[in-house]
């Protein structure tokens, strides 16, 4: 049993002292939910009646969630996805997992190589897709990224796909120019299919400045929802917790290692149970 483990069973028998509050403190900011949310979280499980403490906090936490629907918007004939987030948080590998995941449920998908700027991360896609086996749609090195997501829009219609998915390059959310290319994207993409979903990628490892992540990206392209990446480590990503709380962005998926099925619809119950365990 864990220490917050050892905790709560210990609070859920006795009377809960303050000495144990401050326990569960540290460990709810050591999942890096945030200082304020912490404090939250703990007021209000204390006004929860009841002995049981670890009830009483999930109730306090689950309280936060958004309520908004976490399924995926496919509209037909075509949808399109866009993929976006900083440097090396999971968005190609992400882009692929989703691509497979969704192709296993019959949905017919094409990816989009709109990271133009490295020869690399066009052959990192289009390895994932021959493994895969999804159609990417890919330019020169170099060519401008909203030229390609064009193309890419443009075969997916012309090929009766359901879903194109866009990988992006990754961008520093202060760097205005390329939050400017990122809404060029979208722009250029709705001249022929919606843009349904756009899904931030965020890494577990981030911490709060996910949260301002969270604010540039929504008012660029309008995320819709989060992908989770990296929660095989250490890290409990609960900083996601506040970007719903605080923006209403439902988390959608979860990564959970670097193969192609390491990778689950974002299932709220474990997640938040995973944040009071050590
Ligand atoms: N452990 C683990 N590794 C992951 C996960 N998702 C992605 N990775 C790894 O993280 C690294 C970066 O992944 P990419 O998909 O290339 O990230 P990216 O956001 O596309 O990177 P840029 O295009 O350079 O911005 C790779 O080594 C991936 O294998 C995950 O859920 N868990
Ligand atoms: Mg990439």
Excluded: C
């Excluded at 490892?205 to 540039?216: E, F, M, P, W």
């Excluded at 959608?252 to 009071?276: C, H, M, N, R």
Aim: charged share 20%.
């Amino acid at each position: 049993m864990g220490l917050f483990g050892a905790l709560v069973a210990k609070l859920s028998r006795s009377k809960i002292s303050d000495l144990d509050w401050d326990q569960a403190r540290r460990e709810l900011l050591a999942s890096d939910i945030g200082p304020a949310l912490t404090d939250h979280v703990i007021e209000a499980a204390k006004k929860i009646k009841g002995d049981d403490a670890r009830a009483g906090l999930l109730s306090a936490l689950s309280e936060l969630i958004s309520s908004k629907p976490r399924g995926l918007d496919l509209q037909p004939p075509l949808s399109v996805f866009l993929i976006v987030g900083i440097n090396g948080t999971g968005k190609t590998t992400s882009a692929a997992k989703l691509a497979h995941h969704l192709k296993a449920t019959g949905v017919s998908v094409a990816l989009g190589a709109g990271d133009t700027f490295r020869a690399a991360a066009v052959e990192q896609l289009q390895t994932w897709g021959s493994r895969i086996g999804v159609d990417v749609i890919s330019g020169k090195e170099q060519s401008e990224p909203a030229s390609v997501a064009f193309d890419a829009v443009q075969f997916a219609r012309d090929n009766q796909r359901q879903l194109l998915i866009v990988d992006t390059a990754g961008r520093l959310h202060n760097k205005s120019d390329l939050m400017n290319e990122l809404g060029k994207i979208k722009r250029v993409i709705e001249k022929i299919a919606p843009v349904t979903e756009v899904l931030l990628v965020l890494d577990a490892t981030t911490g709060q400045n996910a949260l301002t992540q969270a604010k540039v990206f929504s008012e660029s392209v309008g995320v819709t929802g989060l992908i989770l990446t990296k929660m095989d480590g250490s890290a409990k990503g609960g900083f996601a917790l506040a970007v719903e709380n605080h923006m209403s962005i439902p988390i959608k998926f979860i990564g959970t290692g670097e193969a192609i099925g390491d990778f689950q619809p974002f299932d709220s119950a474990a997640y938040l149970s995973s944040l009071l365990d050590e």
